[in-house]
Each structure stands twice: as structure tokens, then as C-alpha cells.
């Protein structure tokens, strides 16, 4: 058994929970927030067997997609030397997997 921790740009967050409903993949949403941008993100908390984590993957995988977003740097970066918008990719998913030792459900 795995979890997958699945984080998302909210841009996404709708396609990807519906992605997983549809292949009735179990999943709890929490708001985050971190990374470069310091914007928030929504982590997905998914356990599946080992069988199906390749299919978790895939609805993941097809549902967060990459873009490119113009942002300033001395709005998000300490000490930046100018404010030039710069074009960076967000959106896609980071993905952990780690092995569950247990499994409980009350």
C-alpha cells in the first residue's frame, strides 16, 4: 500500500479530484501553500495498493498540466535585483510516494 501526496496548482485541483472520483480513487484535499511563487497549492492525500499507484499517476499526470506565468521577481525573490517580469512554468503536479505500514479507518 502507498500514499501519494499530489501537489496541484487550485487551477487544476477540480480535474484532478474528478479525475480520481471517476476511477473511484479515494482522496482528501487540503489547501497549501509554499514553493518559489509562495502561492497556495492543494495537496492531495491518496492511499491506493501497489497495483494502482500507476493508475493514480496517470489521473494525476493527465489532469495538472504546465503552463507559463509572467511574475516579478522582487515580488517573490529577496534582495532581486530588478523587477523585469520574468516567465516561469507552474502547474503540473509534485508527486511523493511512500510506503503505509498501516492503514486505519474508524
Same mark, same amino acid.
Given at each position: 500500500?502507498?500514499?501519494?501526496?499530489?501537489?496541484?496548482?487550485?487551477? =487544476?485541483?477540480?480535474? #484532478?479530484?474528478?479525475? +480520481? !472520483?471517476?476511477? %473511484?480513487?479515494? /482522496?482528501?484535499?487540503?489547501?497549501?501553500?509554499?514553493?518559489?511563487?509562495?502561492?497556495?497549492?492543494?495537496?492531495?492525500?491518496?492511499?491506493? =495498493?501497489?497495483?494502482? #499507484?500507476?493508475?493514480? +499517476? !496517470?489521473?494525476? %499526470?493527465?489532469? /495538472?498540466?504546465?503552463?507559463?506565468?509572467?511574475?516579478?521577481?522582487?515580488?517573490?525573490?529577496?534582495?532581486?535585483?530588478?523587477?523585469?517580469?520574468?516567465?516561469?512554468? #507552474?502547474?503540473?503536479?509534485?508527486?511523493?510516494?511512500?510506503?503505509?505500514?498501516?492503514?486505519?479507518?474508524?
Amino acid at each position: 500500500m502507498k500514499m501519494l501526496m499530489a501537489i496541484v496548482q487550485p487551477k =487544476d485541483a477540480p480535474k #484532478v479530484q474528478t479525475g +480520481l !472520483a471517476k476511477a %473511484k480513487i479515494g /482522496a482528501t484535499k487540503l489547501q497549501s501553500t509554499g514553493g518559489f511563487l509562495r502561492e497556495g497549492n492543494t495537496t492531495f492525500m491518496i492511499v491506493v =495498493d501497489d497495483e494502482r #499507484v500507476d493508475e493514480a +499517476l !496517470a489521473v494525476i %499526470k493527465e489532469n /495538472a498540466q504546465t503552463r507559463e506565468q509572467f511574475v516579478a521577481p522582487s515580488a517573490y525573490i529577496d534582495n532581486a535585483a530588478n523587477s523585469v517580469p520574468m516567465n516561469v512554468q #507552474v502547474g503540473g503536479a509534485t508527486v511523493f510516494v511512500l510506503p503505509v505500514d498501516q492503514f486505519i479507518h474508524f
